[in-house]
């Protein structure tokens, strides 16, 4: 028996979220290393944020329209 409709998007959403948290947590203390090894500021820092948010609104995107179709 499959979970409710309901539940399946409360699944995804809440992976959504935690996938992006991880990753923008992950990109700034990365990033964060990079710019104390290099001495380049925030740069790093902020670049791999901005990078780990377009990532995960782009696997949203993806995960919205292969949900849609079905």
Do not use: C, E, H, K
């Given at each position: 028996?499959?979970?409710?409709?309901?539940?399946?998007?409360?699944?995804?959403?809440?992976?959504?979220?935690?996938?992006?948290?991880?990753?923008?947590?992950?990109g700034y203390y990365f990033g964060n290393w990079l710019d104390?090894?290099?001495?380049?500021?925030?740069?790093?820092?902020?670049?791999?944020?901005?990078?780990?948010?377009?990532?995960?609104?782009?696997?949203?995107?993806r995960s919205f329209l292969g949900r849609s179709s079905r």
């Amino acid at each position: 028996m499959a979970p409710p409709r309901r539940l399946q998007w409360v699944f995804a959403a809440s992976t959504f979220t935690l996938g992006l948290a991880i990753a923008v947590i992950g990109g700034y203390y990365f990033g964060n290393w990079l710019d104390n090894r290099f001495s380049t500021g925030s740069l790093f820092s902020i670049l791999l944020v901005l990078v780990a948010i377009v990532g995960g609104f782009a696997n949203l995107y993806r995960s919205f329209l292969g949900r849609s179709s079905r």
